[in-house]
């Protein structure tokens, strides 16, 4: 049982540059969303989603782009990476009711964009 | 806007004494939740107290939550150097939209 899985651990982009963050839980879990980490900060909720098919916004979406088309797998997409996208992302997953429940983490990936 | 906001940004404390973080929030709440975050690594559950729910023990923690008062408070009792950590507040309202995470206490416990 492997929990959260994310890969890349670590990434450089330049500016302008696309990638995918990949998130991957085996926990047959409904919940799963995606946060960013600044220095000095929380936790800022991107994207989530509730289940296969449905994605919703969080309080910082724009510049990324997600989708949900298995329960396992929670993909990120940054459109067109900038400066200020560089942070720390975190995905989670937790069995439904997300808000209900707890919620358990990846082990992240750093991201910086040049 | 952040919900939660943890008091005090940083803690410094020797092995064996207690350590106590607390949790303002702003609005309406189903639950709050406390994490951990180790250097460099993912955040590890260690608490969830319901709204209807006042005090909450599990082993060396003790989670209060006053709802009137729209604040929690997280003791860690006769803390250890491998309590060294960030810690974290969550509060959830909504299916997820409002699970918002306070900016963290950073936990010192010098040997």
């Known amino acids: 049982n492997a929990g959260v899985t994310q890969t890349p651990k670590f990434q450089v982009l330049k500016t302008g540059q696309s990638m995918t963050l990949q998130c991957a839980q085996d926990m047959n879990h409904e919940y799963m969303s995606w946060y960013r980490q600044d220095p000095g900060m929380g936790l800022r909720l991107i994207h989530y989603?509730?289940?296969?098919?449905?994605?919703d916004q969080g309080e910082v979406p724009n510049g990324y782009n997600v989708s949900r088309s298995t329960t396992e797998d929670f993909p990120l997409r940054l459109l067109s990476a900038a400066p200020s996208q560089t942070s720390v992302y975190f995905c989670a997953s937790s069995s439904l009711a997300g808000a209900y429940n707890e919620q358990f983490f990846g082990p992240g990936t750093r991201l910086t964009v040049l | 806007s952040q919900q939660g906001e943890e008091d005090p940004q940083a803690l410094s404390i020797q092995e064996g004494e207690n350590a106590t973080m607390n949790c303002s929030y702003k609005?309406?709440?189903?639950?709050l939740q406390w994490y951990r975050q180790n250097s460099g690594r993912g955040l590890v559950h260690l608490i969830l107290i319901r709204s209807n729910e006042r005090e909450k023990h599990s082993g060396r923690l003790r989670v209060t939550l006053d709802t009137s008062k729209k604040s929690s408070s997280l003791l860690i009792t006769a803390s250890r150097a491998a309590d060294t950590a960030s810690y974290f507040c969550a509060t959830g309202s909504n299916y997820g939209q409002n699970f918002v995470f306070g900016p963290g206490t950073r936990l010192s416990v010098l040997p």
């Open positions: 989603s509730v289940g296969a098919g449905i994605t």
């Open positions: 609005t309406s709440i189903n639950n």
